[in-house]
């Protein structure tokens, strides 16, 4: 091959640069207009030297912390040339990043299919049609990510695998992530530096950013992954994967029957195993005391907050805990919110209700 030949090369599929730059306009306008989520003080008992934070990630336009990750996820798929003008975009999802994709989707003119399971809520499957996006369900859990691949190899569109991909596409050093926003709001707090921040764990970029987040910062505040009952996240952290056979979960947005590559252990502190039944009883305590409409996912992390509370108050220690209010309860009127359905589960949320009461009024952890 001649020099001519070899400085005229293109690539197999030439990037549209006007399309692309008017996609990223479109994502930057829909970041620019969008206010920042509240941090909210939860108002404990009198006495309390622990005080609580929740980061209402529901108040996005699509309601839920996913809508970050999603524009983090479209932004990296085109700057890296992934997406092309017509591309049918590909999920794998347990719902709200499929919602918050759909969204972002339609807004660039993109056709979207959302491989889910089945069981998932017909609040949120109705959420991502309306949003323009398609949801193609399937019997196992596991089943979500070959589906995925097959479909986008079909239609010659793009999977957009946040479950490989949500570590690397959330800027965590900075950027307004959602590390970033919340110490920055916590600044002027009687505690501005939380001893600790709890999420849970689905693609584990959240806990990605928030823990890398506090190292680069030289925060001493600590990282509480929560985990349901059946993921595979607890037992591969403990070191008792062995002979575990993770199933995935039954609290809908966290746990995984898989550890995703997103992952990332070193930055976890701690992991706390939260039963199903217990973060149902959370989610619905945490709605009668304050009056904030959460989903299960919320509830699994707020039974361990009050259990980290109580850890403190009983070792004589003041500081703050945060955590997020990741989506808000009406995605899950039939499901989770609906004591027939709770029933049919198994499961029985008096014992946990009771641990809960306690704690938030006598700040002792009986669990």
Known sequence: MDIEALTDCH??????????????????????????THLIQL??????DVDLYLKDESTHPT???????ARSLFLYALCNGYLHEGTTVIEASSGSTAVSEAHFARMLGLPFVAVMYRDTSPEKIALIEREGGTCHLVDDAAAVYDVSRELARECNGYFMDQFTFAERATDWRGNNNIAESTFSQMSLERHPVPEWVVVGAGTGGTSATIGRYTRLRGLATRLCVVDPEGSAF??????????????????????????EPSFIPQ?????????????????????ERTGLSCGPSTGTAMYAVLMLACELRAEGRSGSIVTLLCDGGGRYADTYCSDDWVSEQGW?????RDVLERAWEEGVWSG
Do not use: Q
């Open 234 to 259: 607890l037992p591969s952290f403990a070191d008792r994967a062995e002979g575990f056979t993770p199933c995935g979960s039954r609290i809908e947005g966290i746990g995984r029957p898989r550890v």
């Open 267 to 287: 930055v976890v502190d701690r992991m706390i195993g939260v039963p199903d039944a217990a973060s149902v009883a959370a989610m619905r305590f945490l709605g």
């Open 11 to 36: 690539p197999a599929r030439p990037t549209d640069r006007g399309w692309v730059d008017e996609a990223v306009r479109r994502l930057s306008a829909d970041a620019n207009r969008s206010a920042d």
């Open 348 to 352: 029985d949320l008096a014992p946990y």
């Open 63 to 69: 309601g839920s912390l996913k809508h970050r990750l």
């Open 43 to 48: 108002h404990l008992p009198r006495g309390w």
